[in-house]
């Protein structure tokens, strides 16, 4: 505040900055909440359990059942969401092995998350590399 105003005229100010900055937050919350119905009613009978931030899903590709996190944090959409895939079958000091995806694209979700599962496979497999698996104690 300036010495030479006076509060009143910083109270129309203060409160525009609080209603942009609140509906900059119902319009991030919405667009959250529309991404994560779209995922439920696409994915219905895959789903494992939802709230207001994330998903889980199980799946299965060319007889590979795997669970599909999705993690929407409080700064999306600038942030993207955190994808994780879990392993069903493998387990590394008893706890599921789990890949994080990271810069998924928005427009090819579907291929995207198909590429990286036949990946996830082969290295749970053994096919490939075991040097991007995370185990759950960490």
């Known amino acids: 505040m300036h010495q030479s105003g006076v509060l009143m005229d910083y109270v129309p100010m203060v409160t525009d900055l609080l209603n942009n900055k ?49 993690d929407i944090g409080a700064k999306f959409p600038e942030k993207p969401p955190v994808l994780a895939l879990r392993s069903i079958y493998h387990c590394n000091k008893g706890k599921p092995i789990y890949k994080i995806l990271t810069g998924c694209p928005y427009k090819k979700f579907e291929s995207y998350i198909e590429q990286q599962v036949e990946i996830f496979k082969n290295e749970c497999l053994g096919l490939y590399p075991r040097d991007q698996h995370v185990s759950l104690d960490n």
């Open 22 to 70: 609140i509906n900059d937050l119902l319009d991030n919350e919405k667009l959250k909440r529309d991404l994560l119905a779209q995922l439920i009613v696409k994915y219905e009978g895959a789903i494992l359990e939802h709230d207001a931030n994330s998903a889980a899903f199980l799946f299965e590709m060319n007889n590979y059942h795997w669970i599909l996190q999705i």
